[in-house]
């Protein structure tokens, strides 16, 4: 079952038209891959399936991207905070708080009012888990957080959108600040997570996309629009 399906998606920023007829399904429990050259709007693409452009100015959007559930995204009844809790995103370069790595990972469940020590204590261990980190920060909960290698940091990251149970993680581009090895821990980490959540990667590398997506959409930088690919990239 597809997690979104996008129809014919046009999106203007001002009078530039970012995407130009975009459609596409996003199928559950899967990774899928966008690529393509710098300005080809991958990341435009990513940031409307939880209304990130909403907080863009002169931004206007056609077409339709409708939910598992059935709704279309931008349907007056859905709850557009709820929305960007049920769709996490993890950023080109690891951007922890500047505050211990357990505060980072409880931080959403205490705006969402969760005060219980032992309810947060257990998210905690299972989001650090679940984002293969907690053996490696287990002894130093109360570190700070910008401390950690950025290849640690991008996994707590990952673990502070895992705290809020979310059923899809968008990464932009989440290895393109790392080294290889830290590249190496994200891609397995995506691996794993998949059986739990739908993921959607921005990636400029083919190779990275051939390793990692059950499927894969390629943008076109004249039109801006999608061929997808239900295959992995053979390189």
């Not at 990667?201 to 629009?225: E, N, P």
Request: aromatic share 6%; glycine share 4%.
């Amino acid at each position: 079952m597809a997690a979104f399906k996008v129809e014919n998606i046009n999106l203007w920023y001002d009078d530039n038209q970012a995407l130009i007829d975009v459609s596409l399904d996003i199928p559950g429990n899967q990774v899928t891959a966008f690529i393509g050259p710098s300005g080809c709007g991958k990341s435009t693409l990513l940031r409307c399936f939880n209304r990130m452009n909403d907080l863009l100015p002169n931004t206007r959007i056609e077409g339709n991207i409708i939910m598992q559930d059935g709704r279309e995204i931008s349907d007056p009844s859905v709850d557009v905070v709820k929305l960007r809790t049920e769709v996490g995103m993890v950023f080109q370069s690891p951007n922890p708080f500047p505050m211990s790595v357990y505060d980072n990972v409880a931080y959403g469940l205490r705006c969402q009012g969760i005060k219980n020590k032992k309810q947060l204590n257990t998210t905690v261990e299972y989001s650090l888990r679940q984002a293969a980190l907690w053996d490696e920060v287990k002894d130093s909960l109360q570190r700070n957080a910008l401390k950690l290698s950025g290849g640690q940091q991008q996994r707590l990251c990952i673990a502070r959108a895992i705290a809020l149970e979310p059923n899809v993680l968008l990464m932009d581009e989440p290895t393109s600040a790392l080294d290889p090895i830290a590249t190496a821990k994200i891609e397995d980490l995506m691996q794993s997570l998949k059986r739990m959540y739908t993921i959607i990667i921005v990636t400029h590398s083919m190779s990275q996309a051939a390793r990692i997506s059950d499927q894969t959409a390629f943008f076109l930088l004249d039109r801006k629009s999608t061929r997808l690919n239900s295959s992995h990239i053979t390189i």
